[in-house]
């Protein structure tokens, strides 16, 4: 599967976005004519290579006819997207980025959404820019997106209902749950269209994932900001090129602190939530104070859970965690006949198509105490069952 990681050291905006896809391998072409089966008049699209920062990114361009272009409600969008020559999902998914848009613009001027009559976001540039971006992902095979905070601007800017202030009111509602950092920046650096896309797409956010990159693309803004590129970049490559190898999240914590009874209930805990290994090791803290080193091994969508996990049933004060790969070898769990009946263990196929079992505790510990027999004793015959 395709994973992509944006980049949004700049912000993020709908144009952004495609033009990023672009310079990632988006066709041009291909993208104009899927566009142009929309019911959508007066606009003309273009691209082209411009610098930002000694940087040079593709800009996408959408030209519009301002004094054509309408208001449009929920009810129009809906029916100008699901006019098009367009895969279902790519309609699905947008007509839920602008039932977003159409939900915290309602709260916001306290009406239902579908009395929403959108401006900026409901011209002919924003409808192409949220529908080509699903179009572009759909081509390019992104299966998953992940995304780093997002710098917001401050100031004010003129929008249809007037001066409002940065970030605009519909982009902060639209960022909730989502984490952003002041850019010290008196510009719009993520714009309505940009948040409602991040919010839409993007499964989970901090820092890039490990991955195998295969392309890169730089999306150009609009316009020259004072400290920094204004670029998007999108980095698009493969979680697992190989068979067997998986990505992992590890967790650690030191504690000197934590009631030495409580660490048994911690590490059921965890193992409960669906950590793979939990590892203490003992290490010698500040002041020379005897403390534990806890190391969680997970999945990477298990890490919050196990994170509140620690901060809940220790006493540490903040918890590491770092990705990271391995490769593991294939297993399953199989019944064997032994000398006592069925007993399950654990199947492990090595690379050269070989296999031997590997005892499994719970299911010796059961035949042990059942036969009155040493738990080594089942061990050993499992082991040696390989032979």
């Not at 950092?181 to 719009?188: F, K, M, P, V």
Request: contains cysteine.
């Amino acid at each position: 599967m395709k994973t992509a990681y944006l980049d949004c050291f700049s912000g993020i905006s709908g144009d952004m976005f495609l033009g990023a896809l672009l310079d990632a391998g988006l066709p041009f072409e291909t993208l104009e004519a899927a566009l142009h089966t929309l019911p959508l008049k007066d606009y003309s699209l273009g691209m082209r290579r411009e610098e930002r920062g000694h940087l040079f990114g593709t800009r996408f361009l959408v030209s519009v006819d301002k004094d054509k272009q309408v208001e449009r409600g929920i009810r129009d969008i809906k029916k100008i997207i699901t006019a098009g020559d367009l895969s279902n999902g790519v309609k699905i998914k947008s007509i839920e980025v602008f039932e977003a848009i159409a939900a915290e613009e309602g709260k916001i001027h306290n009406r239902p959404p579908e009395e929403v009559h959108f401006h900026e976001v409901g011209a002919a540039d924003s409808i192409v820019d949220i529908v080509g971006t699903f179009f572009g992902i759909e081509f390019l095979g992104i299966g998953f997106i992940t995304a780093s905070s997002l710098p917001l601007g401050s100031g004010f800017t003129e929008t249809e209902h007037g001066t409002i202030p940065l970030p605009a009111p519909a982009t902060v509602a639209l960022l909730k749950g989502i984490p952003v950092y002041d850019s010290g920046l008196r510009h719009e650096l993520v714009t309505p269209t940009g948040a409602a896309l991040v919010r839409g797409l993007a499964g989970s956010f901090g820092v890039m994932p490990p991955m195998i990159v295969e392309n890169v693309g730089y999306g150009v803004g609009g316009r020259n900001l004072p400290d920094r590129p204004n670029l998007l970049r999108i980095l698009v490559g493969r979680d697992q090129p190989e068979d067997h190898i998986e990505t992992i999240v590890m967790l650690e914590a030191n504690l000197d602190d934590t009631n030495p009874e409580w660490m048994g209930f911690i590490m059921d805990r965890l193992f409960e939530a669906g950590a793979l290994d939990v590892v203490f090791c003992p290490v010698q803290m500040k002041k020379n104070r005897p403390g534990i080193l806890v190391q969680v091994m997970a999945h990477p969508q298990q890490r919050d859970e196990l994170i509140d996990i620690l901060f809940r049933e220790s006493t540490t004060l903040g918890v590491r965690f770092r990705y990271s790969q391995r490769k593991v070898l294939q297993r399953s769990i199989e019944e064997i006949d032994s000398p006592w009946g069925k007993i399950l263990a654990k199947k492990v196929s090595r690379p050269d198509g070989s296999f031997f079992f590997q005892p499994e505790y719970e299911a010796c510990k059961k035949i042990a105490k059942k036969n009155g027999l040493p738990i080594k004793e089942i061990y050993y015959w499992v082991i040696s069952s390989n032979k």
